[in-house]
């Protein structure tokens, strides 16, 4: 039953919170280490982690002060790495429930119903949070790129955390309240039986609604306008074109793609007949997938080698976005090789179909791409086309959405005479 990820907010400093985690893991023997880093906003944020490995890790975010009001979550790495799997399936709904009851979604909105209890913690990325009339949470809630309402009569017996967020409360909180970057909006039936405290965020209540504790607010940070610089000196630009050694490269790369097309054919035939039949019947909808794979995946990656402990899985999907970007090439090569053997009336086999094409298909883009400022548009595009047939077909091991499935001719033999 341990939770994925677990949201705390109290009221503390950062030192009491470095003392607490020592003291909740000195049993064990693993040794506890933390980093503070103070950020231009007054926000400070220290970083624990405990164990040889790294097996699991605290953040705590705080607000300036001797006593100020804290954010601890905690998360292992092994399970941080299963959500960086879901980030390359953005087109699916993931959801989980711990046995200790706890609810984890990705990309889905969670609904608990009217009357009903929840004895564990919820936490939505990209979703929405709506509690019924009457339903009781008996945990911490987070939600990230969400909306969540509690309706009125529904009780929160934890804190809620909104990372981005609006939270309308129209029943009651028995817990502190955290917003980064949300609003909350107390209705006049809310009761927060706790503090609210907000980093970039807004809280609006109508009159009725109860708060206990305090609100805090971040404090707005102070901007240092430096002194304009002195214009810099005109730099001397030299342009060097070698077109001959650009041939040999172009000529090189094209040798290299035909020799690994020739190889490949031979075991992976139907797989690249199949990313070519997407590339020639969905065109713009493979230079979507492509695109998606060449803008939105380095994002992703950069986001996973800043945390450090993603970097293994960011090595894989940088991987994988390579060999998609192979695979779709020889794909098409191999479909210029069909057409160019059709076009001369000869019949080759296929291995050597495709590591021809391939080699006149690296040949053309890399000879083209020698023309100044425009040339590397077409080997752009093409490499948009082909690395998104590979995606959108599994490199090769399924139909391209939406076409028809083959259909089987059976010949029928005449009774012989």
């Known amino acids: 039953g341990e939770q994925i990820v677990s949201v705390d907010v109290r009221e503390c400093g950062l030192q009491d919170i470095e003392g607490e985690l020592k003291s909740e893991y000195k049993q064990s023997g693993d040794a506890l280490q933390c980093v503070t880093e103070s950020f231009p906003l007054n926000i400070d944020f220290r970083v624990c982690w405990y164990g040889v490995v790294m097996d699991g890790f605290h953040l705590a975010v705080c607000a300036p002060g001797t006593r100020s009001t804290c954010m601890i979550v905690k998360a292992t790495w092994k399970r941080l790495?299963?959500?960086?799997?879901?980030?390359?399936?953005?087109?699916?709904?993931v959801q989980a429930q711990t046995p200790g009851g706890d609810v984890v979604l990705f990309g889905d909105n969670y609904t608990l119903g009217e009357g009903e209890t929840l004895n564990g913690s919820i936490v939505v990325f990209g979703g929405d949070i709506d509690i019924l009339t009457e339903a009781v949470v008996n945990d911490s809630v987070a939600i990230f790129g969400g909306d969540m309402s509690i309706a009125e009569d529904a009780t929160i017996n934890g804190d809620i955390a909104v990372f981005g967020g609006q939270l309308t409360i129209s029943g009651k909180i028995k817990g502190t309240v955290f917003l980064m970057g949300g609003q909350a909006f107390l209705k006049e039936s809310a009761l927060v039986d706790g503090d609210i405290a907000t980093f970039g965020g807004q809280v609006s209540q109508e009159p009725g609604a109860q708060i206990t504790g305090d609100?805090?607010?971040?404090?707005?940070?102070?901007?240092?306008?430096?002194?304009?610089?002195?214009?810099?000196?005109?730099p001397n630009i030299e342009v060097k074109v070698n077109p001959f050694m650009g041939l040999i490269n172009a000529v090189s790369t094209a040798i290299g793609m035909g020799?690994?097309?020739?190889?490949?054919?031979?075991?992976?035939?139907?797989?690249?007949?199949?990313?070519?039949?997407?590339?020639?019947?969905?065109?713009?909808?493979?230079g979507g997938f492509g695109a998606l794979a060449f803008f939105v995946g380095p994002?992703?990656?950069?986001?996973?080698?800043?945390?450090?402990?993603?970097?293994?899985?960011?090595?894989?999907?940088?991987?994988?976005?390579?060999l998609a970007w192979l695979f779709g090439m020889i794909a098409l090569g191999q479909e210029v090789g069909e057409r160019f053997t059709r076009a001369i009336n000869q019949s080759w086999a296929p291995?050597?179909?495709?590591?021809?094409?391939?080699?006149?298909?690296?040949?053309?883009?890399g000879l083209v791409g020698l023309v100044p400022c425009v040339g590397w548009l077409p080997s752009f595009l093409l490499s948009l086309v082909a690395t998104g047939a590979a995606l959108m077909t599994?490199?090769?091991t399924r139909n391209p959405p939406g076409s028809a499935p083959a259909v089987q001719v059976i010949e029928t033999i005449p009774p012989a005479s």
């Open 81 to 93: 790495l299963l959500i960086a799997v879901f980030l390359f399936l953005p087109l699916s709904k």
């Open 259 to 286: 020799l690994i097309g020739l190889l490949l054919g031979l075991f992976l035939q139907p797989q690249f007949e199949r990313s070519a039949a997407a590339i020639t019947s969905q065109p713009f909808v493979a």
């Open 394 to 396: 599994w490199f090769g």
């Open 299 to 322: 994002f992703v990656l950069v986001i996973m080698v800043v945390t450090l402990f993603l970097i293994p899985v960011a090595a894989v999907g940088a991987l994988v976005i390579f």
């Open 351 to 365: 291995a050597i179909t495709t590591g021809f094409g391939s080699f006149l298909l690296m040949l053309v883009t």
């Open 215 to 234: 609100i805090t607010n971040n404090t707005p940070p102070t901007v240092d306008v430096p002194d304009a610089p002195d214009a810099p000196a005109s």
